[in-house]
């Protein structure tokens, strides 16, 4: 801007002596300019030693004094900053939501958006079990080296026979090809370039789905298709939509399946439904890709949490599996995750890891280490194991009475809606069915916050909020 307006003013009062030139000869004749335009302006431009002026020499003035603000406008272009043009990018739902509820001065606001446990005083929560393993492993003085590319081996190890059981038939054969990421997200995209890498195009997700899955999947090169997952009009399972979207992919297809605690409905096949899954997956050899979040902490029994996708290895699928350790050991900001592949023999298992390893290495070399030893710390050891066992067991027992008590206060209040649906959710979430409209009068008329679809997580419904959260509930939706 000051370039321009230098242009502006030499435009007018640049004598008709100076030149076309070089840069050194040009500032030379800087005595001149300074006379008629004044110091600062000639310090400006000496500072500035690509601007000069362009062009033949002039047969007037005004010609003179237009080239020379050409120039200088051409120059002050050509020194705009690189990120000059980049456009504000969309603000993230969960982040911009939170980000409302801070700057939100309400004494009794609710934030109920965010997919991370609180305890009942609605404060974050710090597994007593982590919090034992983290500090012995303080004790034991280790080194921060590198981890290799894999990952930590006994945390790749431990992950693995949670998921899948110490008696998986795959695992004692060697046929499972394992490594540690960056939680469930980077497993997510090293996964999703593998496949596209090796030939897939699209990879079809449950509509709805986890809201991240979808540019994830797209960043990694694939073309993302839904199936049909839940009906909105009955706060159900759509399971006939399912089986046929199913039957209509084509084969050899990737399809991602949430192993438990569907994000965001929270509603689950039964083992019956999934059963039928699997034979629809088997007769269009599709490759299952399960993304497992919430072991554990969805119902609070680890083995019963992972029962479909044992129930899938078990009859044979090569799949696939991603796990996070965030939810079910509270270890947000640690990054802990797995991902694995079920091959058919040693050898393949071999082969595969090798290429999970050429995608991680130029992504992020190698994972942290601090999760993975805490994770490790407590499943390789059987107190420690039947601990966290039970302690997730009380999260998930929280979050299942705050179900009921939201339900029950619901309906105490004359609801004309069903809100069955909530209790019959499992998980961090609660589907509720509010409309976007519902939300946004929630958010203005309440203070309450989560996401424009309606997604509630239980873990920010408290003891102390639960029957404010439903008289807002009654008032939005029954129009009062």
Known sequence: MILRQAAQVLSRRLPTTVRRSSPPSFLAASSSINNNVGTPVVNLLQSKRDIWVWGSTPTSSSS?????????????MAHESHWSHFPMAPPDPIIGLTEAYLNDDFPDKVNVGVGAYRCD??????????????NELVAEELDHEYSGIAGCPNFVDVALKFAYG??????????????????????????????????????????PTWGNHIPIFTNAGLEVRKYRYYDNATSNLDFSGLIDDLHAI?????????????????????????????????ERHLLPFFDCAYQGFASGDARKDAAALRMFVEEGHNIALVQSFSKNFGLYGQRVGALSVVADTPDEAKRVLSQLKVH??????????????????????EKKTDEFVEQCMGMAKRIDSMRIKLRNTLE????????????KQIGMFAYSGMSKDEVIALREKHHIYCTLDGRISMAGVTSKNVEYIAKAIHDVTEGK
């Open 64 to 76: 003179n004094r237009r080239g020379f603000a050409d120039a200088v406008v051409e120059s002050e």
């Open 121 to 134: 005083r609605g404060m974050p929560f710090v597994l007593p079990v982590v919090r034992e393993a983290e």
């Open 166 to 207: 110490d008696d998986c038939v795959p695992l004692k054969e060697n046929r499972v090809a394992g490594v540690q990421t960056l939680s469930g997200t980077g497993g997510l995209r090293v996964f999703g370039e593998v496949l596209h890498q090796f030939g897939h195009k699209h990879i079809y997700v449950p509509n």
């Open 250 to 282: 084509p084969e050899g297809s990737c399809v991602l399946l949430h192993a438990c605690a569907h994000n965001p409905t929270g509603m689950d096949p039964t083992m019956e439904q999934w059963k039928q899954i699997s034979d629809i997956a088997k």
């Open 360 to 381: 991680i290495r130029p992504s992020y070399s190698n994972p942290p280490r601090h999760g993975a030893r805490i994770v490790s710390k407590i499943l390789s050891n």
């Open 412 to 423: 105490e209040l004359g609801s004309s809606r069903s809100w069955e649906h909530i209790t």
